[in-house]
């Protein structure tokens, strides 16, 4: 295990302090971009469409999950520089980077909000791993709470097998993937998209391109957050309806390859698979009688490497309301 002894003064250690407890707003204009960036056509993040949903308590359109995610990534990445930390994930391989997300609650256009990064926790058992708390809070709410990790191997759906699936290239776009219970959405990736997401994420695109200098580092998150449009497309296949039954998210546990990220250029293709694990009374909602609705998404190149592994948790929005209308009533 290499870490530096010291960390040298300069600009971006001064403003440490700064960068762990700092201020933002988004405005609609940055969810509207995110969510095209992204496909995701969720009637929560709608400026007009919000309205058409059934006792929907947010007063207006919200932030996207993905959105607060890549704030917390590029936070997290000035962190590191700042740190020297960067220099540990690279000479100690720590090639998948994974985020461990609670929602608590729903963030709206122009609440100011204070994302705080806890100090870095190194530990090596049962491996090399460095740990951030984290926390997002606006007028005295928690929004979420979770954990940045660096490791070697990848925290969430490490054992999943795909050796028998079949050729994805040869299947068709928004199907079932035969013999599984896999959904199929297929994406391409186009920097255009990457770069408005970032933006619209309140994060520096600069730091990710530069076309003179024919640079273009994708960031962790923006692959991941395709996955929303995915699951919208399945559930729109299933009939779902959005606008009675909405679902929020609860969690996100996320695992990306960084050295399959690297690898992804403008216009390479992605397979994303999806699967909804059966519901039980045994995986609920803060030991409420509201039972988790999991899903496993994948992330997989052409050739079947994985650049990244999520296990998501919804609710039905209907029920979070009932649970809270039955606790006042207490």
């Not at 969430?156 to 199907?175: C, Q, W």
């Not at 923006?222 to 995915?230: D, E, K, R």
């Not at 490497?305 to 207490?330: A, G, M």
Request: proline share 4%; with cysteine; hydrophobic share 40%.
């Amino acid at each position: 295990m290499t870490i530096p002894v010291c960390i040298q003064a300069n600009r971006k250690f001064a403003n440490l302090k700064r960068m762990t407890d700092q201020s933002f707003v988004f405005d609609q204009i940055h969810i509207e971009v995110a969510r095209n960036a992204s496909d995701d056509f969720n009637l929560f993040h709608d400026k007009h469409k919000w309205l058409q949903i059934t006792h929907n308590p947010f007063k207006g359109p919200i932030v996207l999950g993905f959105q607060l995610n890549t704030l917390i990534e590029y936070q997290m990445r000035l962190y590191r520089e700042a740190q020297h930390e960067d220099q540990i994930i690279a000479e100690n391989q720590l090639r998948f980077s994974n985020y461990q997300i609670t929602f608590v609650n729903a963030l709206r256009p122009r609440q100011e909000m204070t994302l705080n990064i806890k100090k870095t926790l190194i530990t090596t058992i049962p491996e090399l791993t460095l740990t951030n708390r984290i926390a997002i809070k606006s007028q005295g709410k928690t929004i979420l709470l979770g954990y940045k990790k660096e490791t070697k191997t990848p925290l969430f759906l490490a054992h999943t097998d795909f050796s028998s699936l079949p050729d994805l290239n040869e299947l068709a776009d928004k199907t079932m993937v035969p013999g599984t219970d896999f959904f199929l959405k297929r994406k391409w990736m186009h920097n255009g998209n990457v770069k408005n997401f970032l933006s619209g994420s309140l994060a520096e695109q600069s730091d990710y391109f530069d076309e003179l200098l024919h640079i273009a580092h994708y960031p962790e998150v923006f692959p991941c957050s395709l996955t929303s449009g995915a699951l919208l497309e399945k559930a729109q296949m299933e009939n779902h309806d959005f606008k009675r039954n909405p679902m929020v998210y609860t969690s996100h546990d996320i695992s990306i390859d960084r050295q399959l990220l690297a690898r992804i250029k403008n216009n390479d293709k992605l397979h994303i698979l999806v699967r909804q694990l059966p519901e039980s009374k045994e995986n609920t909602l803060n030991n409420t009688s509201i039972m988790l609705r999991t899903y496993e998404c994948y992330g997989m190149m052409g050739d079947k490497t994985i650049l990244f592994r999520i296990k998501l948790n919804l609710v039905p929005l209907e029920e979070i309301i009932k649970n809270l209308s039955s606790r006042h009533q207490v």
